[in-house]
């Protein structure tokens, strides 16, 4: 079992920059596959990106490719969120996801973990 705790989350003016994070407790994070996924006011939930249990594959959402990215280490049961080029529509809380099913996912449903999220909000 894995519990997972966002951070990063803030305010910024569209153009700007975040970095998430997200803390996994546990001795076995490296073997889950990780997941981010943000849900807007009256929105349903959607993927962001996702990044397999060795970093090596890596997924992402047409809406955010080539401005986000995410990675992991390892070493510190952490994955990271780096977001730039930011728009008032990545407007949203973001959550972490973690799954030991998949050696990928980009399905909500097929991950098991989820944080409690941070929120990010862009202004124009």
């Known amino acids: 079992q894995v519990q997972l705790v966002e951070s990063g989350g803030g305010s910024v003016q569209a153009g700007g920059s975040l970095r998430l994070s997200c803390a996994a407790s546990?001795?076995?994070?490296?073997?889950?596959?990780m997941g981010w996924f943000r849900q807007a006011p009256g929105k349903e939930r959607e993927f962001v990106a996702a990044i397999s249990w060795s970093g090596g594959s890596t997924y992402y959402a047409d809406s955010v490719k080539g401005r986000f990215t995410i990675s992991r280490d390892n070493a510190k049961n952490t994955v990271y969120l780096q977001m730039n080029s930011l728009k008032p529509e990545d407007t949203a809380l973001y959550y972490c996801a973690a799954t030991k099913t998949y050696s990928s996912a980009i399905a909500g449903r097929d991950y098991g973990y989820w944080g409690q999220g941070t929120q990010v909000t862009v202004s124009s």
């Open positions: 546990g001795r076995t994070f490296g073997s889950y596959a």
